[in-house]
């Protein structure tokens, strides 16, 4: 990222520049209070957010269609109702999985007061302190075995932000014991949970772990946490549907001398594969953009978001030397520098 002096439609936030990133920590601290984003900036991000949007159900729909397109295909109408209900039935159960769970399953910890000797229990958005400043340090002490988190300053923040992003209730706060910048999302409706690692609280400072939280509050306040669980399932459907399409159709063929299947059905089965996987990818991909640009519209600090993702880019490790680009395997996350430059060509001219 260059130099970009620029205003924010007329008030004094800018990017720092590149000599000022070489050492952030002065610059942000003297710009620690940003001034609110303009009517013609919050415009803008509003209509990014809702092209992303847009983008997002147009993908869902192509990748529900591969779906129907090949139940239709192999069994029509009555198998097309079977792969429905099938789909029906996985999203009720997505929605009834308790966030907690998935947390155990990811090994995360819940974040415990300090002052809960007693009654040890995770930092949710009741627990109400004061807004926090600076840094912060995860300090853990063992009680009863659990390692205590004596940061109530943090549920305040999760507290404000999912209040304004019109959550029925706050997100409980995990730790999750991962190497590097990370955070998780969970939950649906009010039975939410957030995980920060270990990392991501100790190294951030406390304008970048708002921004972090902001970001995953943004995932489920827009529901991506469902529809991320639902488009995998119907990726899994389409992927069984052709392969024992194809398998069976390869083994009928070899033992009667000719194949069930048409050029067409054999086409359609054969491209249905990593094509789902693609659009899966690119809507994950739409969903980080959306998540970034509702971050800042909760927050209404770009520079907080964009210091966390430099901090996240500058820890990422390169690809071996000799990797080809097209033999990496594709993320469902943009990468650091792509989500800069949205938010930047959004938030600053």
């Not at 590097?180 to 939950?187: D, M």
Request: net charge positive; hydrophobic share 45%; glycine share 6%.
């Amino acid at each position: 990222m260059g130099s970009m002096p620029s205003s924010l439609d007329g008030n004094t936030s800018r990017l720092p520049s590149d000599a000022e990133w070489a050492h952030p920590r002065p610059w942000l601290r003297a710009h620690e209070r940003a001034p609110p984003l303009s009517p013609p900036s919050l415009q803008r991000l509003e209509r990014a957010h809702h092209r992303s949007r847009q983008r997002m159900v147009a993908l869902f729909v192509a990748i529900t269609g591969l779906l129907v397109g090949c139940a239709w295909t192999l069994g029509g109408g009555p198998l097309t109702v079977v792969a429905l209900a099938l789909v029906l039935m996985g999203f009720g159960g997505i929605c009834h999985l308790p966030a907690h769970v998935i947390m155990i399953r990811r090994h995360a910890i819940p974040l415990i007061h300090a002052s809960h000797s007693h009654n040890a229990s995770p930092v949710s958005g009741h627990d109400c302190g004061p807004a926090f400043e600076g840094s912060l340090n995860l300090s853990t002490s063992k009680l009863d075995g659990i390692p205590a988190f004596p940061h109530p300053d943090l549920a305040a923040t999760v507290s404000s932000l999912a209040a304004r992003a019109g959550l029925g209730q706050a997100p409980v706060l995990y730790r999750l014991p991962d190497h590097g910048i990370n955070a998780l999302a969970a939950g649906c409706a009010d039975h939410t949970a957030i995980a920060l690692s270990d990392e991501s609280l100790n190294a951030l400072s406390a304008r970048e772990v708002r921004a972090i939280l902001a970001h995953e509050i943004a995932h489920l306040e827009a529901g991506d946490t469902r529809l991320f669980a639902l488009t995998h399932l119907i990726t899994e459907l389409t992927r069984s549907a052709a392969q024992i399409s194809l398998f069976s159709g390869l083994a009928i063929g070899l033992a009667s001398g000719s194949s069930p299947l048409s050029w067409f059905q054999t086409l359609l089965f054969i491209v249905a594969v990593p094509l789902a996987s693609l659009l899966r990818l690119a809507l994950a991909r739409n969903q980080e953009f959306a998540a970034d640009l509702n971050a800042i519209r909760l927050t209404e600090d770009p520079i907080g978001l964009i210091a966390a993702l430099r901090r996240i880019d500058g820890r990422e490790q390169p690809p071996p030397a000799l990797t080809l680009p097209w033999t990496r395997p594709p993320s469902d996350h943009p990468s650091p520098r792509q989500r800069i430059a949205r938010l930047s060509r959004h938030c600053f001219r």
